[in-house]
């Protein structure tokens, strides 16, 4: 595999998890002397309008026979008109971070819809990348035969120095890393800290504020609603390099997902030696382990509350987590690990 193109839906400069991940790979690959062409599609996604279709269409008919193209999975039904032919000439591998049925948020009529496009869809690659052994059973229920499903987790940005947690005077500091999307859960995590708010804390929400405008004002409301303005800062998106700060910042790393493919906010949260209070949605207990972090269940804002409450009164216990979480964060592959896992899935899967 000595060249490949990488289909993305939009930018591929975007600050999310996935986009965080394909970057990493691009340049990686690159470094090792490989030729990496990448195709930012235009049109919405993920339910794919015409700009889309057309783009996904044109983007494959310029491949010539037999070339190497991997498909970024939420750009999938742009695909659908012209995946079952165009699989006939061309090499394609799917990147799926999380099946897009599991996204939270979706009526009934859309989940299905999304359901079944990943049921036709996904069987007619040579093989599907995921980033987690959860994702990959969800992919293996959605048609695609084990062996052609390969894991190749993320890298971790780490600290350069160990980061020495001592205990704090003032406020303890919270730090959420993500999106403010339905399935991130914020609301949930408001919810959960005005029924604590007797405590001295204070929440920093690192994440992008336009990608669901409904939902970020669904939290502002929220958060003025608990009179918690002066306790909660909505910082938006933060690129690589100001994110180290936060983390280094933090007390405690906290977030509701309703459902993760991997989470990669909370595997570098480990790495900065953070306790993490988290949910047991999706792939995070597998990322997460008992040692590092608390974890209740997706949507329930008292069994959050009772968490957080836990790790804020208890010194010791948050000293003994953010241990933890330090040591399992030390395990993590780092960038140059996880490109040449990627590597190895790829040429496996195409082999």
């Known amino acids: 595999m000595k060249a490949l193109a990488l289909l993305v839906p939009g930018r591929i400069d975007q600050l999310t998890g996935g986009y965080l991940y394909a970057r990493h790979l691009v340049d990686g690959m690159r470094a090792r002397g490989r030729e990496v062409a990448v195709r930012e599609l235009d049109g919405r996604f993920p339910d794919a309008d015409a700009i889309a279709r057309d783009s996904t269409a044109r983007a494959l008919a310029a491949l010539g026979d037999g070339a190497v193209a991997v498909i970024d999975g939420l750009a999938l039904a742009g695909f659908d008109d012209c995946l079952a032919r165009e699989a006939r000439r061309l090499r394609l591998l799917a990147l799926v971070h999380h099946p897009l049925a599991d996204e939270t948020g979706l009526d009934v009529g859309a989940m299905k819809a999304f359901a079944a496009l990943e049921r036709r869809s996904l069987p007619l690659f040579r093989g599907v990348i995921c980033p987690s052994e959860r994702t990959a059973s969800s992919l293996a229920a959605c048609g695609v035969a084990p062996d052609r499903i390969a894991v190749a987790p993320p890298g971790t940005m780490k600290p350069v120095r160990a980061i020495a947690r001592a205990k704090r005077d003032g406020p303890l500091r919270l730090l959420s890393v993500?999106?403010?999307?339905?399935?991130?859960?914020h609301a949930v995590l408001i919810e959960a800290l005005a029924g604590i708010a007797s405590r001295d804390w204070r929440l920093d929400i690192v994440g992008s504020l336009a990608r669901d405008r409904a939902t970020v004002e669904a939290v502002r409301s929220a958060i003025a609603r608990h009179g918690l303005g002066a306790r909660v800062n909505l910082l938006g998106q933060r690129p690589q390099a100001l994110l180290a700060d936060a983390?280094?910042?933090?007390?405690?790393?906290?977030?509701?997902?309703?459902?993760?493919?991997y989470g990669m906010a909370f595997a570098e949260a480990m790495a900065w030696g953070l306790a993490i209070v988290a949910t047991d949605a999706g792939a995070i207990p597998d990322t997460v382990p008992e040692s590092a972090g608390i974890l209740v269940p997706p949507g329930d804002a008292k069994a959050l509350a009772a968490a957080l409450a836990r790790v804020m009164d208890d010194d010791d216990l948050r000293a003994a987590l953010a241990a933890g979480a330090a040591a399992a964060g030390a395990k993590l592959p780092d960038w140059d690990q996880a490109v040449d896992r990627f590597i190895v899935a790829a040429e496996g899967l195409l082999a």
């Open 247 to 261: 983390y280094e910042r933090a007390d405690v790393f906290v977030l509701a997902s309703y459902h993760e493919g």
């Open 178 to 185: 993500a999106t403010v999307t339905p399935r991130k859960g």
